[in-house]
């Protein structure tokens, strides 16, 4: 089991879009809808923003999204706001009951 | 709104095994639809899940941890609990405690335990 690659940073001005790549196998990303993302701002605990690929739960702004094709999903910030500066992080269903996590990509709002 | 909150020794030596208490608040650990999960950052480093338990007693653990990990619940007193024994410095992390479904994902989370294996 194999941590999923995503970038280690990306960047965006306030008001762009930016998107983060999550990839994984066959046997994860690949073969289940059950993808989600995380925000992690320094210090606090991760958040949940993006569950089963591209469902927001409630409270989460609706410039987040996410979506998958293959075994590579992906998770859309529109309009980039400051407070968007954060750690992100992908996480599939990868079979047996177990999950699997993504390093991490770091947002910087410029 | 479910709660929750990690407790435990802040420092381990090496080879000793960790104990960590997750206790949830708000919410029933007996809960059909939800599962108690461990998660782990090493300093600096991404999210590594743990592993997880049920109610029912069932439990599932991170294949790279299986050998060393024990999830168990007390339903009697609404917590979860991790043992990760035979530690190493590469242990050392924040250790958070979360809860999710059975087929993910993790809506609410402890604020995290900082764990050090030293001597």
């Known amino acids: 089991q194999s941590a999923l690659t995503q970038p280690a940073s990306v960047s965006g001005s306030p008001g762009q879009s930016i998107t983060i790549s999550c990839t994984g196998t066959s046997t994860d990303v690949g073969s289940h809808d059950l993808v989600s993302w995380y925000q992690q701002h320094p210090g606090k605990a991760p958040k949940l923003i993006i569950f089963e690929v591209n469902k927001r739960p409630s409270g989460v702004s609706n410039l987040f999204s996410g979506s998958k094709s293959g075994n590579t999903a992906s998770l859309t910030i529109s309009g980039l706001q400051a407070e968007d500066e954060a750690h992100y992080y992908c996480c599939s269903y990868a079979g047996g009951s177990t999950f699997v996590f993504g390093g991490g990509t770091k947002l910087t709002v410029l | 709104q479910v709660q929750l909150q990690e407790s435990g020794p802040g420092l381990v030596k090496p080879s000793q095994t960790l104990s960590l208490t997750c206790s949830v608040s708000?919410?029933?650990?007996?809960?059909?639809?939800?599962?108690w999960n461990w998660v782990r950052q090493h300093p600096g480093k991404g999210l590594e899940w743990i592993g997880y338990?049920?109610?029912?007693?069932?439990?599932y653990y991170n294949p790279s941890l299986k050998s060393q990990t024990i999830i168990s619940v007390d339903k009697s007193k609404n917590q979860f609990s991790l043992k990760l024994r035979s530690l190493t410095a590469a242990d050392t992390a924040v250790y958070y405690c979360?809860?999710?479904?059975?087929?993910?994902?993790?809506?609410?989370w402890g604020q995290g335990t900082l764990v050090t294996v030293s001597s």
């Open positions: 708000g919410g029933s650990i007996n809960s059909d639809n939800d599962y």
């Open positions: 979360a809860r999710g479904g059975g087929l993910g994902p993790l809506d609410s």
């Open positions: 338990i049920h109610h029912s007693g069932s439990s």
